[in-house]
Every structure is written in C-alpha cells, then in structure tokens.
C-alpha cells in the first residue's frame, strides 16, 4: 500500500473550516483514499474516503486532487470536539476487508 | 447495538509472564482485526481474521504473539513471555466487509492497555 505524508500538528480556530493536507505521489490506480481520526484515549474513528471523486459525508468533505497525488480533508465549522490526531490512509480497498497502514497522523488542535 | 468490546481495559503484569487479550466484534461483522500503538505512535496492524479464511498474520513482530477467533465472534490475543516492549495499547476493530461501499469502515474498540514491569 502507497505510502501518505502529512505535516505532523497544525491548530484551527473553533467554528473555522479545517483543511488537513495529505501527500500520497505514489498511490495507484486501485488504492482509495481513507481517513481516520483518534481523540484522546479512544479507539480511532472512520471519517470518509475516496477513490477519485469528492466525497462529502455528515462529518466531512473529502477533495482528491485530478491526478490523486494528494488530498485535502475539510472540516466545515471545527468544534473542540474535533481536537484529535488525523490519519489519512492509502489502501486498497478489498472486498474482505484491509489492514490499515497508520502513519503519525496530523496532531490536530481547535482553539477557542 | 453495542460496538467492539475489549477486556480487560487495563492489564498490569509482570515480565515472562503470558497475558489474554480479548475482543468482542460488532454482531455480524465478518473481518476482525488487531493492531498495536506504543505511546506517541501510529497503529502498527498485527492480524485479521476474515470469515473463515486463514488469517493474515504478517504484522504479528515474533511467534510469542498469537490469536485465535472463533467463527466469526470473539478473539483472543495471546502473548507469551511479555517483554517490556510489548508494553502498549491493543486496538481490536470489526468490519462487515460484505462488498458494499461502506462496509471496509473498521469500527474500534476502546483498546487495551499493556503494562509490563
């Protein structure tokens, strides 16, 4: 699976959009896009994912870029609640089912 | 419906000893796995189970680590002979994986935590 860069923390004001880069150069043509996130002392939490078209979901929006290189995940209005670390996740998407390949993740913090 | 399950949520114990982990899945999720976090880190994947396939057990780090599920319910993580680096939080996770386009979305579990003295 294609291995994903983000930058490691970054601070968004609450009630603002969030946008969380990801890099994947070296994805190919049958690997989707995933995202997670992991609030403190919990498990993590599927948000979206896709394969070349924008997705938008009641958590977030999902934009591939055309070439699928790279990603950005939005969070509309950030609420403190969203304070968490983002992992953004190439893989396959396997009919039963994929291990997931976790990288550092983006250390999200909102700020009041 | 209740989510993924673990127990214990803590586990202290002492080096050379062998520990239990255990992992109730979602009710009819078919693929169930385990993953692995040191404090500060990222999820490292140990195994999955999928139906009644043979595992993948390409992320287990040696062969004192071992897990058995059975049918498509619980599982048990087995380590034997803990060393100190094993300390971390064991994350279990289901999915239903029946083909459809939500159904890869792995659902965590609270984890638990290792502690090895």
């Known amino acids: 699976d294609a291995k994903t860069t983000q930058p490691p923390s970054m601070d968004c004001a609450e009630g603002r959009a969030a946008n969380l880069p990801c890099n994947h150069s070296t994805i190919s043509g049958n690997e989707y896009v995933y995202w997670y996130r992991q609030i403190h002392s919990q498990g993590p939490q599927y948000i979206i994912h896709g394969l070349k078209n924008n997705e938008t979901n009641e958590m977030a929006s999902l934009i591939i870029t055309e070439d699928r290189k790279s990603s950005t995940l939005i969070l509309p209005h950030a609420t403190l609640r969203d304070t968490a670390v983002y992992y953004c996740?190439?893989?396959?998407?396997?009919?039963?089912?994929?291990?997931?390949?976790f990288g550092g993740g983006t250390r999200v913090l909102v700020k009041p | 419906g209740a989510g993924v399950s673990q127990s214990p949520s803590n586990k202290v114990t002492e080096k050379g000893k062998d520990v239990e982990l255990r992992c109730d899945p979602i009710s009819g999720h078919t693929a169930l796995y385990w993953y692995r976090q040191r404090l500060g880190q990222g999820l490292e994947f140990l195994i999955y189970?999928?139906?009644?396939?043979?595992?993948?057990k390409s992320g287990l780090p040696s062969d004192r680590f071992s897990a058995e599920r059975t049918g498509e319910s619980v599982s048990t993580l087995t380590i034997q002979r803990t060393q100190q680096e094993d300390s971390a939080v064991y994350l279990c996770a289901s999915s239903l994986s029946d083909g459809t386009s939500r159904s890869n979305e792995q659902f965590f579990g609270p984890g638990t935590r290792l502690t090895v003295l």
């Open positions: 996740i190439v893989a396959r998407r396997r009919a039963a089912g994929n291990k997931l390949t």
């Open positions: 189970f999928q139906g009644n396939s043979a595992p993948d």
